[in-house]
């Protein structure tokens, strides 16, 4: 796996996929390197094969949805903190998502804001406050 020297390399997973170019545009002049996906499955490849700090995914992906996607990823020795989006962010949800250890759910669609926000406090307490690969 090569890692980026001063970035933060955080996976996208949404079939609606468009959207986060919009959040490259906001988030790679702060030191951010999305990878884009649309399936849980695309997900799981790049995880299994790319440095990724931080996943970022849809609750409701066909066939794989973002829960099942982090439940695989606990099975790995280090896996990235995870932010679930959801169009319907229900108690039964959030549950699950406490129980699966993820960092943040977010309402779709996602404010740009508070998704860097969120990136930021997932830095702030798995990365101790830099960016990953800073010294």
């Not at 799981?44 to 790319?50: G, S």
């Not at 066909?62 to 169009?87: D, F, H, N, S, Y």
């Not at 960092?103 to 830099?130: E, I, W």
Request: hydrophobic share 45%.
């Amino acid at each position: 796996m090569v890692e980026s020297s001063h970035r933060i390399r955080v996976l996208f997973a949404d079939p609606e996929g468009d959207w986060h170019r919009q959040a490259v545009a906001l988030l790679e002049p702060r030191g951010v390197e999305a990878i884009g996906v649309r399936t849980g499955r695309e997900a799981l490849d790049r995880l299994e094969h790319e440095q990724v700090h931080v996943a970022v995914l849809d609750a409701q992906m066909p066939q794989l949805g973002g829960l099942q996607v982090v439940k695989m990823l606990r099975t790995r020795e280090k896996a990235p903190p995870a932010i679930l989006l959801a169009r319907e962010v229900s108690s039964s949800l959030m549950h699950e998502a406490l129980q699966m250890r993820v960092f943040s759910v977010l309402a779709k669609p996602v404010d740009l804001t508070l998704l860097l926000n969120t990136l930021a406090r997932v830095v702030d307490r798995h990365y101790a406050g830099r960016w990953p690969g800073q010294s």
